[in-house]
């Protein structure tokens, strides 16, 4: 009898708990379907419709090879400009991050890594510290405002000298660090496996501020641009298929923006501030508008293209050549086992850059290497690096300069091509 006496009460609690969470998950559902047909009555209109009347851009080649940087022996996990646009820093799970001369594709130094694994790196803003991080849960300092003249008198070897300086900060991830940016050169943001994100003091080495509103692993973040008069702000993005705009000020984040069932890979933000791209792993690419806080236009690569429904002699469905852009060929030393159906089943997006006019969208494709979109009319320009030039396998990341002059992408081939307007 006490046992009834017991037990009675909590059943009663949990059923009460049951109702109430049934009722509050179907106002939500509820809410959330009266908002999204709000969304579309307000979306009258694309930026590819509104755009018509602008000139396209001439279908020509307008990016030129300029040069091959060529050192490391592993594939290259990032790079990153100087914010005088004058070197590029690329590190490789070679374990060594190496910082190249753009202009002459020379090697300036060489920083051997402590630790091998890396994935992230960034410059800071005044160009004289580096940090590299990655499956060690750990962020790495390097001191690389070197003077070459006084390395040459002292007769000393350029990689013992990049450690100069140079300091570890234990960022108590639970997880990888798979991203992180220079806020300022005394604070750095780190982004975790674990799904959280972390602000830092260079100085002290210690965190300053904690955000943790994503479920799932970051997989980017991203800076506002400084000339934006916004320092304090920034973007993440993660596993959970959300994008969220933060003030580093505040733990919880200004605006989320729900884009993907799938991971979100990369957000950039257009030069003036005013929208953001982001790319998730079904390979479609979409631009938000900040002031209204809404999509106005979608990117998917097999909208650009249709196939005939007859299979060719190899078994693999062929382009149609009536079409006036033609499919780009998928990158050397890849199978064509994700092509399905009756189309392709293109990859997700590893890597997105925006061209300082606003106009161009460069954005790498597992795949399909680096293709160049014309944001405003919704239409292909070209693919980077074909023929000769082009990279010997799959291109993951594109980066364009802080000038807008220069363009870098880097391969699994080891390599890191810089190509100029």
Same mark, same amino acid.
């Given at each position: 009898?006490?046992?009834?006496?017991?037990?009675?009460?909590?059943?009663?609690?949990?059923?009460?708990?049951?109702?109430?969470?049934?009722?509050?998950?179907?106002?939500?559902?509820?809410?959330?379907?009266?908002?999204?047909?709000?969304?579309?009555?307000?979306?009258?209109?694309?930026?590819?419709?509104?755009?018509?009347?602008?000139?396209?851009?001439?279908?020509?080649?307008?990016?030129?090879?300029?040069?091959?940087?060529?050192?490391?022996?592993?594939?290259?996990?990032?790079?990153?400009?100087?914010?005088?646009?004058?070197?590029?820093?690329?590190?490789?799970?070679?374990?060594?991050?190496?910082?190249?001369?753009?202009?002459?594709?020379?090697?300036?130094?060489?920083?051997?890594?402590?630790?091998?694994?890396?994935?992230?790196?960034?410059?800071?803003?005044?160009?004289?510290?580096?940090?590299?991080?990655?499956?060690?849960?750990?962020?790495?300092?390097?001191?690389?405002?070197?003077?070459?003249?006084?390395?040459?008198?002292?007769?000393?070897?350029?990689?013992?000298?990049?450690?100069?300086?140079?300091?570890?900060?234990?960022?108590?991830?639970?997880?990888?660090?798979? *991203?992180?940016?220079?806020?300022?050169? %005394? &604070?750095?943001?780190?982004? #975790? @496996? $674990?799904?959280?994100?972390? !602000?830092?003091? *260079?100085?002290?080495?210690?965190?300053? %501020? &904690?955000?943790?509103?994503? #479920? @799932? $692993?970051?997989?980017?973040? !991203?800076?506002?641009?400084?000339?934006?008069?916004?320092?304090?702000?920034?973007?993440?993005?993660?596993? $959970?298929?959300?994008?969220? !705009?933060?003030?580093?000020?505040?733990?919880?984040?200004?605006?989320?923006?729900?884009?993907?069932?799938? $991971?979100?890979?990369?957000?950039?933000?257009?030069?003036?501030?005013?929208?953001?791209?982001?790319?998730?792993?079904?390979?479609?690419?979409?631009?938000?508008?900040?002031?209204?806080?809404?999509?106005?236009?979608?990117?998917?690569?097999?909208?650009?293209?249709?196939?005939?429904?007859?299979?060719?002699?190899?078994?693999?469905?062929?382009?149609?050549?009536?079409?006036?852009?033609?499919?780009?060929?998928?990158?050397?030393?890849?199978?064509?086992?994700?092509?399905?159906?009756?189309?392709?089943?293109?990859?997700?997006?590893?890597?997105?850059?925006?061209?300082?006019?606003?106009?161009?969208?460069?954005?790498?494709?597992?795949?399909?290497?680096?293709?160049?979109?014309?944001?405003?009319?919704?239409?292909?320009?070209?693919?980077?690096?074909?023929?000769?030039?082009?990279?010997?396998?799959?291109?993951?990341?594109?980066?364009?300069?802080?000038?807008?002059?220069?363009?870098?992408?880097?391969?699994?081939?080891?390599?890191?091509?810089?190509?100029?307007?």
């Amino acid at each position: 009898m006490s046992a009834t006496t017991i037990e009675a009460p909590f059943a009663l609690v949990q059923t009460e708990e049951l109702r109430k969470y049934s009722i509050a998950s179907q106002t939500g559902h509820i809410l959330r379907g009266e908002y999204e047909e709000w969304r579309k009555r307000t979306m009258d209109v694309t930026i590819s419709e509104i755009s018509g009347h602008i000139p396209p851009i001439p279908p020509k080649k307008y990016l030129t090879h300029h040069v091959t940087l060529t050192g490391h022996l592993n594939k290259v996990v990032d790079i990153k400009f100087s914010p005088d646009s004058k070197k590029l820093l690329s590190v490789c799970q070679d374990g060594f991050g190496i910082i190249w001369d753009v202009l002459s594709g020379l090697k300036l130094q060489a920083i051997p890594l402590v630790h091998r694994w890396a994935l992230a790196c960034s410059y800071s803003p005044s160009g004289k510290l580096v940090a590299v991080a990655g499956l060690e849960n750990k962020c790495t300092m390097y001191n690389v405002n070197v003077d070459l003249d006084e390395l040459l008198e002292e007769n000393s070897d350029s990689i013992e000298l990049s450690k100069r300086g140079q300091s570890t900060m234990s960022t108590q991830h639970q997880a990888y660090i798979g *991203v992180l940016e220079f806020l300022s050169d %005394r &604070e750095v943001i780190t982004g #975790s @496996g $674990d799904s959280l994100i972390r !602000l830092w003091d *260079v100085e002290k080495r210690c965190k300053i %501020r &904690e955000y943790t509103e994503h #479920s @799932g $692993d970051i997989t980017s973040v !991203l800076i506002a641009p400084q000339d934006l008069k916004t320092p304090w702000s920034f973007y993440s993005s993660g596993a $959970d298929g959300h994008v969220r !705009l933060w003030d580093c000020r505040q733990p919880k984040c200004v605006h989320s923006f729900s884009v993907s069932v799938s $991971d979100v890979n990369v957000v950039t933000q257009s030069p003036d501030g005013n929208s953001f791209v982001s790319g998730d792993d079904l390979g479609r690419c979409q631009l938000f508008d900040i002031r209204s806080l809404c999509p106005i236009e979608s990117y998917v690569l097999q909208d650009q293209f249709e196939y005939k429904k007859e299979p060719s002699a190899f078994g693999i469905l062929q382009p149609n050549s009536s079409l006036h852009v033609p499919p780009p060929p998928p990158s050397p030393g890849l199978t064509a086992s994700n092509r399905r159906g009756n189309g392709y089943d293109i990859s997700g997006v590893t890597s997105i850059a925006i061209s300082k006019s606003g106009r161009i969208m460069y954005t790498c494709y597992a795949d399909y290497s680096c293709i160049c979109w014309d944001l405003f009319q919704k239409k292909i320009v070209e693919r980077v690096g074909v023929g000769s030039v082009a990279h010997h396998d799959r291109v993951d990341l594109v980066r364009v300069s802080e000038d807008g002059q220069g363009l870098a992408t880097a391969s699994w081939d080891t390599t890191v091509k810089i190509w100029t307007c």
